[in-house]
């Protein structure tokens, strides 16, 4: 239970920093439109803090954690992580005006995406472990 209310701890840490470096970077360039920058901050409240103070309580109800948890969840962070750094990486370059090229921009996009898929499968995988833990205790 320790490493989910850490890893609830740091990427509420990360969501804040996130949230005043996507206002300070926008108002100091004076860029007045979206920018992926917005969507870090989201990212990394829901995904990262509430998601795992969502783990805390089902763990301590549950007792969910298995052999595989460890794994999984690793994959979870790296995916949580990887597409939040690609969000910053696209908006700091929207927020310069920096011209991209086509393949750049796919690069961005598809690690991007990687990191969604990463997190889609490891959600998946965790809900099925917390699935099997909820029928056995039934």
Same mark, same amino acid.
């Given at each position: +239970? ?6 609830? =701890? #740091?990427?509420?840490? *990360? $969501?804040?920093? &996130?949230?005043?470096?996507? !206002? ?17 901050h ?6 990262? +803090? ?6 805390? =309580? #089902?763990?301590?109800? *549950? $007792?969910?954690? &298995?052999?595989?948890?460890? !794994? ?66 039934t």
């Open positions: +239970m320790k490493r989910y209310i850490n890893s609830a =701890l #740091l990427y509420t840490i *990360f $969501a804040l920093a &996130g949230g005043v470096f996507y !206002r300070e970077f926008t108002k100091f360039n004076g860029f007045p439109g979206k920018t992926a920058l917005g969507v870090v989201t990212h990394y409240f829901v995904l990262g +803090m509430v998601f795992f103070l969502l783990l805390l =309580l #089902l763990e301590k109800t *549950f $007792a969910f954690t &298995g052999k595989h948890t460890g !794994r999984v969840l690793a994959a979870y962070h790296a995916g949580l992580n990887l597409a939040a750094l690609m969000f910053l990486v696209r908006g700091v370059t929207q927020v310069l005006g920096l011209s991209l090229s086509s393949g750049m921009s796919a690069a961005i996009s598809g690690m991007a995406g990687i990191g969604h898929i990463l997190l889609g499968v490891s959600l998946v995988l965790i809900l099925l472990e917390i699935r099997r833990s909820v029928l056995a205790s």
